[in-house]
T-cell receptor
Framework: GEKVEQHESTLSVREGDSAVINCTYT??????FPWYKQEAGKSLHFVID?????DRKQSQRLIVLLDKKAKRFSLHITATQPEDSAIYFC???????????FGDGTQLVVKP | SVLLYQKPNRDICQSGTSLKIQCVAD?????MFWYQQFQEQSLMLMAT?????????ESGFTKDKFPISRPNLTFSTLTVNNARPGDSSIYFC??????????????FGSGTRLTVL
């Protein structure tokens, strides 16, 4: 299956700064790239996604960039807040109704 | 969206025993996916379960060790056979909403934290 690598295992930023989490994938057939957030002791929930027909998507303070040539995508969280502290997972899927493979997660800590 | 209810929330079992985890969806879903998570990172896809057919397992996971049933469109069970301390992790069921809208979005159950002594 697809292999997704998440480059930062931990990331610490000051409140108000931006945080960037980078991921790469291996299969050129992957076309759907969601991001999930997991707060301590809780389950995962969806935050944002991007499909391969675009290279940028924004939802409020979240921006996802996709570079298909480099097989790389990233999550940018702007104006970070303490409640953004969590583990963030990137993922990839070959098409929208197939299996989803996750990276190893990035522990984001937003310091006040 | 899809709501997925898992039980038990947590369990402790002895090595060599078996444990069954149940997942119930609040609506009919085509596929249910089971994931294993170690130490709140490293989320691994174990298998895909469709109604009325054998589950499809990913590399490193086998039917003998982790049998999965999918008797209908709202229910699935994962069994951990011959549990070992290395199986201690959190197990999540997940699924996509088949009713339309954001059909790609994967929803997760609350997870089952398993500790094997």
């Amino acid at each position: 299956g697809e292999k997704v690598e998440q480059h930062e295992s931990t990331l610490s930023v000051r409140e108000g700064d931006s945080a960037v989490i980078n991921c790469t994938y291996t299969d050129t057939a992957s076309s759907y790239f969601p991001w999930y957030k997991q707060e301590a002791g809780k389950s995962l929930h969806f935050v944002i996604d991007i499909r391969s027909n675009v290279d940028r998507k924004q939802s409020q303070r979240l921006i996802v960039l996709l570079d298909k040539k480099a097989k790389r995508f990233s999550l940018h969280i702007t104006a970070t807040q303490p409640e953004d502290s969590a583990i963030y997972f990137c993922a990839a899927s070959m098409h929208s109704n197939n299996r989803i493979f996750f990276g190893d997660g990035t522990q984001l800590v937003v310091k006040p | 969206s899809v709501l997925l209810y898992q039980k038990p929330n947590r369990d402790i079992c002895q090595s060599g025993t078996s444990l069954k985890i149940q997942c119930v969806a609040d609506s009919q879903v085509v596929s249910m996916f089971w994931y294993q998570q170690f130490q709140e990172q490293s989320l691994m896809l174990m298998a895909t379960a469709n109604e009325g057919s054998e589950a499809t397992y990913e590399s490193g996971f086998t039917k003998d060790k982790f049998p999965i049933s999918r008797p209908n469109l709202t229910f699935s069970t994962l069994t951990v056979n011959n549990a070992r301390p290395g199986d201690s992790s959190i197990y999540f069921c997940s699924s996509r909403d088949r009713t339309g809208g954001r059909a790609e979005t994967l929803y997760f159950g609350s997870g089952t934290r398993l500790t094997v002594l």
